[in-house]
């Protein structure tokens, strides 16, 4: 690099910008880049696990502590890789605990710098984060509120799995780390036990990097998660999902929301793509699927639209041979949404058709309303905050 360039700061800012990661790099990968940083052909597994293990279990962000290789490695690590973090823009809390972070990641040619949105869930006995798949999203789900944001492009296996370490940073859930103080977390378990992609975006429109997070996050050398506690959310790409069990096999959730073509083709439009025979046919052969691994259907309650009793119990008929539990998700507004929630007392009568089929249907409490983390209310671009308030915000994260 000439000095000219380094004079630059645009310049500059943009090739530290374009410094490879290690993170999110498959097995083979990250072999590859150690072959190239000159680690000799008999310790390139030997440093790849170790390297995986502080990245992913210890949540190391700089080289200089990785005590178990030798200064020298360290130091062309660092001369070559970064391990930086997104920038966390704001930071949420809703009354319930729900957490909600807005990430910037550098532009990778996409002209600007891209914003997601992931949110962390606490419960009693698990901590679930919502991981965003895509900055937007290519599809117009008209019921979904990043189905009104312009896609931007996919994010990286490194943006995918940086946002599990952001939330296990920002909590405090590493194992040398003191869990946050005034966090609202589970009382047992690892804070973040539960991964769903279920952010913004269509996660089978991006199945390579999606595979390879999610691949790490299950690694037993890495973040460690059991594949029962990550689940992929599809509006239903179907051809994509015997390869989402074969290559990733973690748990699925199909984003059903009505039982006829006519409606699903106006509330999920992939569906004129692929109709629900189609999508349905490729659930029944799902690979692993058992009673012990079912399919989750997620079924947004839309007031006079898609909650009748009749569709309930055509719900019923349209599952039938395919062990599933049904997920009833009250629909949560957002401004200039077209629909309203169904009533609560219509939610339960519909939950107990369901039911008494012998599926469970649980009805998903909707959490970090108030800070618009619950289910289809994200949506990255800065409109619901006003410029002075997310100023307020970053000095009060110490930006
Ligand atoms: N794109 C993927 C995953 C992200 S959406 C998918 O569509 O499956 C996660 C879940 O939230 C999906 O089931 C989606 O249909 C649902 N959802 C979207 N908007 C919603 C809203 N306003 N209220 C309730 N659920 C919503
Ligand atoms: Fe995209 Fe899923 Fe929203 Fe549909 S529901 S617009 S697929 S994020």
Redesign the pocket.
């Known amino acids: 690099m000439t000095a000219a360039v380094l004079a630059d700061p645009v310049a500059a800012a943009s090739a530290a910008a374009e410094t490879p990661s290690l993170i999110g790099l498959s097995r083979a990968a990250l072999g590859d880049a150690l072959r190239e940083a000159g680690v000799p052909e008999g310790h390139v597994r030997m440093r790849s696990s170790q390297i995986r293990h502080w990245l992913y279990f210890r949540g190391l962000t700089d080289f200089s502590a990785m005590t178990n290789m030798s200064k020298a490695l360290r130091e062309t690590l660092a001369e070559r890789f970064t391990l930086k973090r997104p920038e966390i823009v704001t930071e949420q809390v809703s009354q319930d605990g729900t957490r909600k972070w807005l990430l910037r990641f550098p532009p990778r040619n996409a002209g600007r710098p891209v914003e997601v949105e992931t949110v962390y869930i606490p419960e009693e006995r698990r901590g679930t984060l919502c991981v965003s798949s895509q900055v937007g999203?290519?599809?117009?789900?008209t019921?979904?509120?990043?189905?009104t944001q312009r896609m931007v492009r996919n994010l990286t296996a490194e943006e995918i799995v940086a946002q599990i370490l952001v939330a296990r940073d920002r909590l405090g859930d590493f194992p040398d780390a003191e869990a946050r103080q005034g966090a609202v977390v589970p009382s047992e378990g690892r804070l973040v036990s539960n991964v769903v992609m279920m952010g913004?975006?269509?996660p089978l429109y991006n199945f390579d990097n999606v595979k390879e997070a999610l691949l790490i996050a299950a690694d037993g050398e890495g973040i460690a998660l059991s594949k029962r506690r990550i689940t992929l959310?599809t509006?239903g790409v179907a051809p994509l999902i015997p390869r989402s069990g074969a290559e990733i096999g973690v748990m699925l959730a199909i984003?059903l929301h009505a039982v006829c073509d006519e409606l699903r083709d106006v509330l999920?439009p992939?569906n004129k793509k692929w109709p629900l025979a189609e999508l349905l046919d490729a659930c029944r052969v799902y690979p692993g699927l058992s009673n012990a691994r079912r399919i989750t259907f997620e079924y947004v309650m839309l007031k006079g639209v898609n909650d009748s009793l009749a569709e309930a119990k055509q719900l019923v008929r349209l599952l039938k041979g395919i062990p599933a539990k049904i997920n009833l998700i009250p629909f949560n507004p957002w401004p200039g949404a077209p629909y309203e929630c169904s009533d609560w007392e219509r939610i339960e009568a519909f939950a107990d058709v369901v039911n008494r089929a012998g599926y469970a249907s649980p009805i998903r409490t909707p959490r970090g309303r108030d800070i618009f983390a619950a289910c289809?209310q994200l949506k990255s671009a800065s409109e619901r905050m006003r410029k002075v308030e997310r100023d307020a915000a970053e000095i009060a994260l110490g930006h």
């Open positions: 999203c290519t599809l117009t789900c019921f979904c509120h990043t189905g913004m975006g269509e959310s509006s984003s999920v992939i289809g």
